[in-house]
T-cell receptor, first 112, second 115 residues
Framework: KNQVEQSPQSLIILEGKNCTLQCNYTVSPFSNLRWYKQDTGRGPVSLTIMTFSENTKSNGRYTATLDADTKQSSLHITASQLSDSASYICVVSSGGGNKLTFGTGTQLKVEL | GAGVSQTPSNKVTEKGKYVELRCDPISGHTALYWYRQSLGQGPEFLIYFQGTGAADDSGLPNDRFFAVRPEGSVSTLKIQRTERGDSAVYLC???FGGGGTDTQYFGPGTRLTVL
């Protein structure tokens, strides 16, 4: 069964600090990996998408990495802001890429 | 509208009733997806439309769930004989071409509560 596991489950950091979220997956055949940000009560919003051949992808203060050999990905957030408080979900697509398997997310809280 | 919209935003129903959830995708998007998100979990794939046809309905949990997209734009997710376990947020997403790397844009979801 395709699975996506994320750690930590939740994280609290101070504003301005950096943090790294982890994602491990067992999805086959692998198509691409995405990171989404989901604010409470809202739908997920795409941050990055990486295919098999890409090792890193940045979107502003967000940088995602992918190691397709070990089936691991990370999302690094630099100089965190209060508005970064949200759930960050790792999503892996298989086959033609349309069927997505979602992780349970890391709940990030940024405090003053 | 500029984004994906879903109605109603909240739906409370009694066990055994029938419900319909509506999704208006972004104009011009040919692909439409339905997901279900339980509390504290990531979204779970239900069904994917390419145009008017269901390209992949392997995520529908049982035959009480059905979805249509008759004109290739608006979609309706239909749940018959609702059960308490159906309570969740139902998310709809659309993408331009349905390709594997196309970004899926999500709506705000419909929170379904079955009493």
């Amino acid at each position: 069964k395709n699975q996506v596991e994320q750690s930590p489950q939740s994280l609290i950091i101070l504003e301005g600090k950096n943090c790294t979220l982890q994602c491990n997956y067992t999805v086959s055949p692998f198509s691409n990996l995405r990171w989404y940000k989901q604010d409470t009560g809202r739908g997920p919003v795409s941050l990055t998408i990486m295919t098999f051949s890409e090792n890193t992808k940045s979107n502003g203060r967000y940088t995602a990495t992918l190691d397709a050999d070990t089936k691991q990905s990370s999302l690094h957030i630099t100089a965190s802001q209060l508005s970064d408080s949200a759930s960050y979900i790792c999503v892996v697509s298989s086959g033609g890429g349309n069927k997505l398997t979602f992780g349970t997310g890391t709940q990030l809280k940024v405090e003053l | 509208g500029a984004g994906v919209s879903q109605t109603p935003s909240n739906k409370v129903t009694e066990k055994g009733k029938y419900v319909e959830l509506r999704c208006d995708p972004i104009s011009g998007h040919t692909a439409l997806y339905w997901y279900r998100q339980s509390l504290g979990q990531g979204p779970e794939f239900l069904i994917y439309f390419q145009g008017t046809g269901a390209a992949d309905d392997s995520g529908l949990p049982n035959d009480r769930f059905f979805a249509v997209r008759p004109e290739g734009s608006v979609s309706t997710l239909k749940i018959q004989r609702t059960e308490r376990g159906d309570s969740a947020v139902y998310l709809c997403a659309s993408s331009f071409g349905g390709g594997g790397t196309d970004t899926q844009y999500f709506g705000p979801g419909t929170r379904l509560t079955v009493l």
